[in-house]
């Protein structure tokens, strides 16, 4: 299993200090028996966010190997980057921004010794705004399929994450695949994590802008494993609803306590 944590690298050229590719840093760890087969699977390890792994760490002093998780960074640290998962195989997922506008893609390294074992390119259209670029973050079920977002509000997914080459891609829109098309992709975005709970049920925000046919609003995503998907408008869902316009709020993680999806949402403007 993985030590994980982030490291920007920088130098020195006279007195200003430029910002390299930031990296993601792993420490091996000794194998052990784990006390249940659950994975890091998202955000703060968990659909609760607890944070909590059930093997311990090493010491962090050595470096096994790294990887870049932004091959553009922004000049100041105005982002948010997206958890890395470990699958049950140990297989790391890293999701890594490629460009300066922020195109990202989908990496499998081996656990041992970050062999590239898979790469996957994403369509997912960040949203602009706010003076910096929030995080993108997919997530691994119980069953082992991993969900990542697209453009459109759509998701795409595949159920051989430990695979070693391209491995088969589905995809998934919370309002009917079959509605899809790419003149969506410029209105629906999905702007924070997925969290998955433990039956398979993914769940996200996303953030309209503009008019669509489908009258879609700003809102709460719920997909099941079939890709039957539901929804609300988080002028709805949220504490504040008297108060307008509502929408998820950026890079906030959804959490699931109790079988009960929670999404932080509330007022803007």
Known sequence: MLSTWFHAARRRSGSARKLQRRLLVLELLED?????ATPWASFAHDAQHTGLSTVAAQDLGVVRWQTPVDLHPPASLGIHYGSPLVTQANTVIVPVKTSSSGDFRVEARSGRDGTLKWTLPTDYVLLGGGGWIQSYSPTLTPTGRLYFAGAGGTIYYTDTPDANG???????????ISHYDHSLDQVIYINTPLTADRAGNLYFGFEVIGSNSLNLKNGIARLQPNGVGTWV???????????SPAKTSWNLAGSIPNSVAVCPSGPTG
């Open 32 to 36: 052990r028996t784990m006390l249940d």
């Open 166 to 176: 391209t491995p088969s891609v589905g995809q998934f829109a919370f309002y009917g």
């Open 233 to 243: 408008a988080a002028s709805t869902a949220a504490w504040s609803a008297g108060r």
